[in-house]
DNA sequence: AACAAAATTGTCTTTCTTTGACTTTTCAAA
DNA sequence: TTTGAAAAGTCAAAGAAAGACAATTTTGTT
């Protein structure tokens, strides 16, 4: 078995047990598994991206750490379809103001939250000195973050339908 | 648990009880953690700034001391602070997570609206191959607009109270 | 076997924290 | 009024941890 895959695994075991959330010590780790520090950041950016379910952020210098938290999934939620087949690496205006309606007319966020979501998608928001393309790139980006974070709000009941 | 960390907690507590006011003496404190007095300075400027709602000020020589003062505002005023004053044409991603919490904390938005908001604004959200001027520059369009958002949906409650 | 993709390693960079040496300000006693 | 002690401030260096990325090796496919 590769070491990536090993590695992989013990970090969704510490997951599993019961906390959403696991921090740990990237040199600790390398230790561990006797590898360069380096490689624990290949398997997060290869098996912890924000499309396999996980968000992670992280601290520097002295009591440094990374962060893994792991977005429930459920199949059949309509974010999960958003976010794994709507929106590719591409959207457009007019189609961001439409799916941020939709969310908020199916009850999965408040109208309020709606409005900011399209407000962080608008043509203005996004007004630079830069290729349409370009920036319909950025909108993809930025509504799977949102998404990916309103999936970790919803709480466990919710998921469940829905 | 980091130094800086704890002194922090310290200072919030002292804070929580009742006045939204507290003087301190650097040198008792520094004794009181075992470290260099420097190392309250390094508190103060890393979590008591005027963006995490904290005013400082000081007095040195015999008797002196270092006074904490957590800011007051209401939504409004604080809105418009951030939208004509603190949030020029550029917003790094660091002041942009901590104004948002910010803006959690004084209750402007929900804790939801907030992550939303961070989220946008997170160096995930705007990973693109571009200088870090040109996502400043973004950041701080996207976030005017997410508050300007804000403040449409406040403004029939001010129009009530202050 | 040849090539492409994935994994591994190592080096250098960046960020955050802690410490210490030196400076400045203030008060009060002589 | 001078002066010295008692604060707090400034700044830079050292230390601690994670990130970026290129070079190399391994693995899988045709």
Chains 1, 2 share one sequence.
Do not use: W
């Not at 590719?88 to 409005?115: F, M, N, P, W, Y």
């Not at 203005?124 to 970790?152: D, G, H, W, Y």
């Amino acid at each position: 078995m590769r070491l990536s895959d090993t590695i992989e695994s013990f970090i969704k075991a510490m997951l599993q047990e019961d906390q959403p959330e696991v921090e740990l010590k990237r040199n600790e780790l390398a230790e561990y598994f006797h590898c360069a520090p380096s490689q624990i950041n290949y398997v997060l950016a290869t098996r912890f991206t924000p499309d396999h379910g996980y968000v992670t952020s992280s601290q520097r210098g002295g009591g440094g750490f990374i962060r893994i938290v792991r977005v429930r999934q459920s199949s059949g939620d309509h974010l999960n379809y958003l976010l794994h087949e709507r929106v590719g690496d591409s959207l457009d205006a007019q189609s961001a103001q439409i799916l941020c309606a939709q969310l908020a007319e199916r009850k999965v966020v408040t109208l309020e939250e709606a409005h900011l979501m399209a407000a962080a998608l608008s043509p203005q928001a996004l007004s630079a000195p830069m290729p349409e393309a370009m920036k319909n790139t950025l909108r993809a980006k930025i509504f799977r973050c949102m998404l990916l974070t309103v999936m970790q709000q919803k709480k466990p009941q919710d998921q469940e339908n829905g």
